[in-house]
């Protein structure tokens, strides 16, 4: 969990203590750069998400992938997990071929370090596997891609 007070630097000191195992260097730190979570914590592979089912009364029903994509006036939403974008300006996310719209995009309330995005699906998703997922993260004139190779797939 990287600290709200740490400052954008090329060359920002870094300790890491692992139950007492102490490791030091130097990393770059953004104001902004998504990072997914995958299932295995790696970040290899599926992404976490929950997929997301509006009922009458307004709340969410979520279920594990693969997602139901909803239809065009009635879609279902995508719960993205990751890091990196609580402080962008603009958050953008494109599954596929797909830009999907950002419902909300921030901190997950109680979980440091731990952000996440709500988007709608779109029925061009249905019945696609692993499919890659990217976030853009832009503050000011400078936009950052999250890694390839991160998938979901979809019925």
Do not use: H, M
């Amino acid at each position: 969990i990287v600290p709200d007070n740490v400052k954008v630097s090329d060359f920002a000191e870094v300790v890491v203590d692992n139950k007492g195992t102490k490791s030091r260097g130097r990393v770059k730190s953004v104001i902004a750069s998504a990072g997914l979570f995958t299932t295995t914590n790696d970040g290899n592979g599926s992404a976490t998400v929950k997929c997301g089912t509006p009922n009458a009364d307004g709340t969410v029903a979520y279920s594990d992938p693969p997602c139901a994509v909803g239809t065009e006036t009635s879609p279902n939403l995508l719960r993205l997990f990751g890091t990196g974008w609580r402080n962008a300006s603009k958050v953008s996310v494109r599954i596929g071929d797909s830009d999907l719209a950002t419902i909300a995009a921030g901190l997950q309330p109680g979980q440091p370090g731990r952000d996440i995005i709500d988007v709608k699906l779109v029925p061009a998703l249905a019945a696609k596997t692993d499919v890659d997922i990217l976030v853009t993260t832009t503050v000011g004139d400078v936009s950052k891609i999250s890694k390839s190779g991160i998938k979901v797939s979809f019925k």
